[in-house]
C-alpha cells in the first residue's frame, strides 16, 4: 500500500481518531474540518503553511476562506478517497493551525 490508496473505513476512524475536530464527509470520499481564528491575518497565516505543506506533499486541499474562517477538504482524486496523504496534510495543518494563533 503507498500513501495514495484509498484506506478502508476502519482506516480512516483510526487516523481521524487523533486529529480533533475532522470528520469523514457525508459522502465518505473525503476528510472536512472548519478552522477558526481571532482574526483574518491568523488565518491567512495559517493557510500560507498550510500551503508549504502541502506543496512539500504534493498534495493539495480543497478550502474555502471569508474573513476568520478557512473550511478544508482532504480527499485523493486519483484514489477516488480518502489516502493516508490526506491523513498527513491533516496533522501538518493542525500544526499549522497552533502555531496560527497568539
Not at 487516523?15 to 475536530?21: V, W, Y
Not at 491575518?41 to 498534495?59: T, Y
Request: proline fraction near 5%; hydrophobic fraction near 45%.
Amino acid at each position: 500500500m503507498t500513501t495514495r490508496d484509498r484506506l478502508s473505513p476502519e482506516d480512516i476512524s483510526i487516523g481521524l481518531a487523533g486529529l480533533p475536530g475532522w470528520a469523514l464527509s457525508d459522502d465518505g470520499l473525503a476528510i472536512e474540518k472548519t478552522y477558526r481564528f481571532p482574526s483574518f491575518v491568523e488565518a491567512f497565516g495559517f493557510m500560507s503553511q498550510s500551503a508549504l505543506a502541502a506543496e512539500k506533499l504534493d498534495h493539495h486541499p480543497e478550502w474555502f476562506n471569508v474573513y476568520n474562517r478557512v473550511e478544508v477538504k482532504l480527499t485523493t482524486h486519483s484514489a477516488k478517497g480518502v489516502t493516508a496523504l490526506d491523513l498527513s496534510l491533516a496533522a501538518r495543518m493542525e500544526k499549522a493551525a497552533s502555531a496560527a494563533k497568539p
